[in-house]
């Protein structure tokens, strides 16, 4: 068993160094970026991951261009038929409200995609920021920060998301602020890991040694070197918010009427799953599954691409 | 061991004590002062006078540091969480009528998690890159993508209108034990809860099992002769069980917020649905009542995974203290 996982990382090494032995390997040295974009390619489902991605965005925001609908005024308004199943006029039929469900999709996709990468990088941002310092100055500062984050952690944070979205507000920006200065607690405490060990090793040490400023080291060192898990983390932290803002809608405190988010449509879809709408629930949880899927599979595969071991110099 | 055991409590109580500040400045800060609550209680045509009338009757005119120590003064000496404004009883009763019904809920599907996530994410590692293992990666993964709600919906779906029929909701006005004593109301909240957390524990499950497995005393196991069943379960699978037991500590609020949202699906009249309520008509003592009490309990649970993880392994007893 041992064997088995030993030989696959050696053989995974191996690929990688005859990968670039293959290419332009000659005196001079492939730059980190390029060795690391190829690991990164070589994995086929993150590049189909990254194509949908970017298909999926384009698509929200370009769709409505090619398949204009009416995403304001609901059926009594125009005489428009609700719950009505896919026709040539509508390809995905419409929902409860009379709007086409295609359109619906796209629109409501502008804003939890939105939403989504927006909180994620507010959420790296600041966990970051607040690991690095805990983690390199440690001390009493740390100690602090850390028990800090424990309070915060310790409080399931959907109770306090709920809390704070139907005791404050309930717009947009209010949205994305919530879940970006909420979600970084998680993110503090890996890449405040991360900081507290690189700064230990031994060429951190050195570092010191020779009179490196902390900043210098921070900059040169523990940056770099937890880059992979900041990265990594940042994927994930898109995903959640994305998630979270869907368990949000599904409360009926996500974006507010009369634009929507998939959370919400797929809340207003299920409510009508006994009489058999699929066309209301099933696409867009499809959607919905494959955008959290792909960000998940890139996080992956940018892990394998910041992967030390993996990178052959 | 007694030392340990004594400094982690102590450090329970300081986190307890910051958790009990957010919990209590948070909704301090609400843009509309006591306005909006009052007019959740009073109605909306309620005057001015009422208004502030009912404010100070409710200790709201006073300053922030005032309320702050009139509120932990109430709870840590007089073990009161506060009034609830909007349903007219203390939040004590509000939780004591709810709680057994959530812990259960929780309590039975964190069981059913271990029962299944951990045998899973083994059999998992030990048959790594099979058929079954890719079905097994898969399916976690696309439950981890899904939203919660949706998940509950789909089993309401399948099992509840198509195929045996079972009941898409729990009977609400019965005995917290009912889940035992009539347990086919149960089975489909229980299983939807157990479903999304066994995607999380069992692939983590999986991940601690091949790094140890990786290990060089693994290694030397295997090459004094020693059965892979053997090495699997004793070496990897032992060594392996410490940082799940950490996970599962951890998993607590995780778990508490996925019955939040079972718990609203099935209509289980539990904390959670409570919760949603109450922050929904601004009822703020029992919103920050129910949250204390859930960070509570995320706190115990962490408190035991640590103490369980520091009787079985002395390392860790060790560390802190130097």
């Given amino acids: 068993m041992t064997t088995n996982i030993e030989n696959r990382i050696s053989s995974e090494l191996a690929a990688t160094a005859t990968a670039s032995a293959s290419g332009d390997r000659g005196d001079h040295v492939i730059p980190m970026w390029k060795q690391r974009f190829r690991i990164f390619t070589h994995n086929k489902l993150a590049i189909a991951s990254v194509v949908f991605l970017f298909l999926l965005t384009l698509a929200c925001y370009l769709g409505p261009l090619i398949h204009p609908t009416n995403q304001t005024n609901q059926a009594l308004t125009f005489g428009y038929k609700w719950n009505a199943p896919p026709s040539l006029h509508h390809p995905l039929g419409t929902d409860s409200s009379g709007f086409d469900e295609l359109g619906?999709?796209?629109?409501?996709?502008?804003?939890?995609?939105?939403?989504?990468?927006?909180?994620?990088?507010?959420?790296?941002?600041?966990?970051?920021?607040?690991?690095?310092?805990?983690?390199f100055f440690g001390g009493l500062a740390d100690t602090m920060m850390m028990r800090l984050l424990d309070a915060f952690l310790s409080i399931p944070y959907i109770f306090l998301l709920l809390t704070l979205i139907a005791v404050f507000n309930r717009s947009t920006t209010f949205l994305i602020a919530v879940i970006g200065l909420t979600g970084w607690w998680g993110?503090?405490?890996?890449?405040?890991?991360?900081?507290?060990?690189?700064?230990?090793?031994?060429?951190?040490?050195?570092?010191?040694?020779?009179?490196?400023?902390?900043?210098?080291?921070?900059?040169?060192?523990?940056?770099?070197?937890?880059?992979?898990?900041?990265?990594?983390?940042?994927?994930?932290?898109?995903?959640?918010?994305?998630?979270?803002?869907?368990?949000?809608?599904f409360l009926g405190?996500?974006?507010?009427?009369?634009?929507?988010?998939?959370?919400?449509?797929?809340?207003?879809?299920?409510?009508?799953?006994?009489?058999?709408?699929?066309?209301?629930?099933?696409?867009?949880?499809?959607?919905?599954?494959?955008?959290?899927?792909?960000?998940?599979?890139i996080?992956?595969?940018?892990?394998?691409?910041?992967?030390?071991r993996l990178i052959e110099r | 061991m007694g030392t340990y055991i004594l400094r982690r409590l102590f450090q329970s109580v300081i986190v307890l004590i910051m958790v009990l500040l957010i919990t209590f400045t948070l909704p301090y800060f609400q843009p509309h002062g006591i306005v909006a609550p009052a007019y959740e209680v009073l109605g909306t045509h309620a005057n001015t006078r009422t208004v502030a009338l009912w404010g100070a009757q409710h200790g709201m005119n006073h300053s922030y540091i005032v309320r702050f120590f009139a509120y932990v003064n109430q709870i840590v000496f007089h073990f009161n969480l506060g009034h609830s404004y909007k349903q007219n009883l203390s939040v004590?009763?509000?939780?004591?009528?709810?709680?057994?019904?959530?812990?259960?809920?929780?309590?039975?599907?964190?069981?059913?998690?271990?029962?299944?996530?951990?045998?899973?994410?083994?059999?998992?590692?030990?048959?790594?890159?099979?058929?079954?293992?890719?079905?097994?990666?898969?399916?976690?993964?696309?439950?981890?993508?899904?939203?919660?709600?949706?998940?509950?919906?789909?089993?309401?779906?399948?099992?509840?209108?198509?195929?045996?029929?079972?009941?898409?909701?729990?009977?609400?006005?019965?005995?917290?034990?009912?889940?035992?004593?009539?347990p086919i109301g149960f089975i489909l909240p229980v299983a939807s809860l157990t479903m999304l957390s066994v995607a999380g524990i069992s692939r983590y499950m999986r991940g601690t099992v091949l790094e140890v497995m990786v290990q060089d005393y693994v290694r030397t196991a295997r090459a004094k002769g020693c059965s892979s069943r053997r090495t699997l379960f004793?070496?990897?699978?032992?060594?392996?069980?410490?940082?799940?037991?950490?996970?599962?500590?951890?998993?607590?609020?995780?778990?508490?917020?996925?019955?939040?949202?079972?718990?609203?699906?099935?209509?289980?009249?539990?904390?959670?649905?409570?919760?949603?309520?109450?922050?929904?008509?601004?009822?703020?003592?029992?919103?920050?009542?129910?949250?204390?009490?859930?960070?509570?309990?995320?706190?115990?649970?962490?408190?035991?995974?640590?103490?369980?993880l520091g009787l079985v392994n002395p390392r860790i007893r060790i560390e802190g203290t130097r």
């Fill in chain 1, 104 to 135: 619906r999709i796209f629109y409501g996709g502008e804003y939890s995609l939105t939403l989504g990468f927006l909180a994620g990088f507010i959420t790296i941002v600041i966990g970051t920021l607040y690991g690095m310092i805990s983690g």
């Fill in chain 1, 299 to 308: 996080g992956d595969a940018l892990r394998d691409a910041f992967e030390v």
């Fill in chain 1, 187 to 249: 993110n503090a405490r890996i890449i405040r890991g991360d900081a507290l060990l690189i700064r230990n090793l031994e060429y951190s040490q050195a570092a010191t040694a020779m009179g490196a400023s902390k900043m210098h080291i921070v900059r040169r060192h523990v940056f770099p070197n937890s880059i992979s898990n900041i990265v990594t983390v940042a994927t994930f932290s898109v995903a959640d918010a994305i998630l979270f803002l869907s368990a949000l809608g």
């Fill in chain 1, 253 to 297: 405190l996500g974006i507010q009427t009369p634009q929507t988010d998939w959370g919400t449509m797929l809340q207003s879809g299920t409510s009508q799953v006994q009489n058999g709408f699929w066309w209301e629930i099933y696409p867009l949880a499809a959607v919905f599954i494959l955008v959290v899927v792909s960000i998940n599979y």
């Fill in chain 2, 92 to 182: 004590w009763a509000i939780i004591a009528l709810y709680v057994p019904r959530t812990i259960w809920l929780a309590l039975s599907s964190l069981i059913l998690t271990v029962v299944i996530a951990i045998p899973l994410g083994v059999m998992q590692a030990a048959r790594r890159n099979t058929a079954f293992d890719y079905a097994a990666t898969g399916s976690a993964f696309v439950l981890y993508a899904m939203p919660s709600f949706l998940l509950c919906m789909l089993m309401i779906d399948a099992f509840s209108f198509h195929s045996l029929h079972l009941p898409s909701s729990p009977p609400t006005q019965v005995a917290p034990w009912a889940m035992f004593t009539d």
């Fill in chain 2, 234 to 308: 004793r070496h990897a699978f032992r060594n392996a069980l410490g940082p799940i037991v950490t996970i599962l500590g951890l998993s607590i609020p995780g778990l508490l917020g996925g019955a939040l949202i079972v718990e609203s699906v099935f209509n289980y009249s539990g904390l959670g649905i409570q919760t949603v309520i109450a922050a929904t008509d601004l009822d703020i003592p029992t919103v920050m009542g129910i949250t204390l009490l859930v960070s509570i309990l995320t706190l115990a649970g962490n408190l035991i995974a640590d103490v369980t």
